[in-house]
């Protein structure tokens, strides 16, 4: 009998609530919030794995890599970048200069040092480190030197023929590289790692640079 009886009252409950809302005791603010909450950290932790600027665990703050670039000009690698003097130096020597103080320098012939945990508190670093340090600016469709040359899509051509402007990166022990055609201050750099930015028609091999043979001297 008493089954009967609550049977009914939820039968009657139900009737009642038909065409209302649910509200949760003490308003909708609280469920709001929750709700608020979980996006929130959905959208985050979405971004770190994006972004990929979680931090190895395995990397120490004094530890420093090396990475190699080149710029690749129409058919040949420039070979007039600014350098600084370090001629006297031994390899040792310029990496012991990068510090938390200048977590990335150019320390030899093409040739960028860098602390992983100082340089934006990440692991991989960002190419547009690299222009940075050369003084370079870069964009999907130009290229702006040091000295103030700008090399563009639509106004420089190589031997006239029309070029692009691309990112070619050799791993750690890879032989073969990776193209990038956009984005390039964006492109993820790493230890022992090779970057050629190059502005080349289509059609024309960039090659690896020999400086990315000397790598191995620069490890920390």
């Known amino acids: 009998m008493a089954r009967t009886s609550s049977a009914k009252k939820i039968a009657r409950l139900a009737e009642k609530g038909k065409g209302k809302k649910v509200r949760f005791q003490g308003g909708s603010v609280f469920p709001t919030v929750i709700l608020a909450v979980l996006i929130l950290g959905a959208v985050l932790i979405a ?112 031997a006239d023929k029309d070029a692009k402007i691309s990112v070619y990166v050799w791993e750690s022990g890879s032989a073969e590289s990776k193209l990038s055609i956009a984005s390039f201050g964006g492109v993820k750099i790493d230890d022992q790692m090779t970057v050629v930015l190059a502005f080349a028609p289509d059609g024309v091999e960039v090659p690896r640079p020999a400086v990315a043979d000397s790598l191995a001297d620069y490890q920390g």
């Open 47 to 158: 971004y770190a794995r994006q972004s990929g600027t979680v931090v190895d665990a395995s990397v120490t703050a004094e530890q420093k890599f090396a990475t190699a670039f080149a710029f690749f000009n129409c058919d040949a690698l420039a070979t007039d970048l600014n350098q600084p003097d370090l001629a006297t130096l031994s390899p040792t020597d310029k990496f012991a200069a990068v510090t938390t103080e200048a977590p990335a320098a150019i320390i030899g012939d093409g040739i960028v040092g860098w602390m992983p945990q100082a340089l934006a508190g990440q692991r991989k670093a960002k190419l547009e480190t690299i222009f940075g340090l050369y003084g370079m600016t870069v964009a999907d469709d130009s290229i702006t030197l040091k000295d103030g040359t700008k090399i563009s899509e639509t106004d420089t051509q190589c």
